[in-house]
């Protein structure tokens, strides 16, 4: 059984940083594209960043030059670095793990950006 576990979600500032972190279980990590997505109240999921299997990176216009997502394939684990946060960045955010042949999703942890 896969699980994608998200941790580091809370409560900040505008201006301020969090990091949140994303926990595979199972085999597939080192072979999965890994995503960071979020959903605001009475919005559509969108993608935020993500990284290929081989490291390389891609991020939705709003949040390049603030946002920074990681990988380390030997700690299963995906990462996504935002700074300077914005109220427009409230959100829960997903963690996404997928293939050719499958396609998981965490549970979501909130991310509340205070004015």
């Known amino acids: 059984q896969v699980q994608l576990v998200e941790s580091g979600g809370g409560l900040v500032k505008t201006g301020g940083s969090l990091r949140l972190s994303c926990a595979t279980s199972?085999?597939?990590?080192?072979?999965?594209?890994m995503g960071w997505y979020r959903q605001a109240p009475g919005k559509q999921r969108e993608l935020v960043a993500s990284?290929?299997?081989?490291?390389?990176?891609d991020y939705v216009d709003s949040v390049k030059g603030r946002f920074t997502i990681s990988r380390d394939n030997a700690k299963n684990t995906v990462y996504v670095q935002m700074n300077s946060l914005k109220p427009e960045d409230t959100a829960v955010y997903y963690c996404?793990?997928?293939?050719?042949?499958?396609?998981?999703w965490g549970q979501g942890t909130q991310v509340t950006v205070s004015p």
């Open positions: 996404n793990a997928r293939s050719s042949l499958w396609n998981y």
């Open positions: 199972g085999s597939i990590f080192s072979f999965s594209a």
């Open positions: 990284i290929s299997t081989g490291g390389r990176a």
